[in-house]
């Protein structure tokens, strides 16, 4: 994601820089389906993603970045290529992948100079087993 948008992008955490920047967080206790004889075959797994800026809108805009990219085809497009390249054991395609929870603009101020800003929508994926060739 941080190559399409061109801002650093901080894994489950801030990156270590000032705004503007995004943020990618799995979230813990999504569902699983699948068919009887393998109920877990299919995951669901939920991510938020955030976009963090100096000013409202910059905020929205990033979110706004985000959500272009943040797609089915592009999240399958990743996960082939690292796992032709060796990257990583992917074995899963993205069979759907939408907003589940857009929440509105924040502003915190965590007792520095300048306030943040930040947007973020939490998507839900539905993924299935997959050999990438």
């Known amino acids: 994601m941080?190559?399409?948008l061109s801002l650093p992008v901080g894994d489950s955490q801030a990156p270590d820089c000032d705004p503007p920047y995004a943020m990618i967080m799995?979230?813990?206790?999504?569902?699983?389906?699948?068919?009887?004889?393998?109920?877990?075959a299919d995951g669901m797994p939920r991510y938020q993603l955030t976009g963090v800026g100096t000013a409202a809108e910059q905020a929205?805009?990033?979110?706004?970045?985000?959500?272009?990219?943040?797609t089915r085809d592009a999240l399958n497009d990743q996960l082939r290529l690292q796992s032709i390249?060796?990257?990583t054991d992917s074995n899963r395609k993205v069979l759907r992948?939408?907003?589940d929870v857009s929440a509105s603009l924040a502003r915190a101020e965590r007792g520095l100079p300048e306030p943040y800003f930040s947007a973020f929508d939490q998507?839900?994926?539905m993924t299935t087993p997959h050999e990438w060739s």
């Open 60 to 70: 929205n805009l990033i979110r706004d970045d985000i959500r272009k990219g943040f």
């Open 26 to 40: 799995p979230i813990v206790g999504a569902g699983l389906t699948g068919t009887l004889s393998d109920p877990e």
């Open 97 to 99: 992948c939408w907003i």
């Open 123 to 125: 998507y839900l994926m």
């Open 2 to 4: 941080e190559n399409a």
């Open 85 to 87: 390249s060796g990257d």
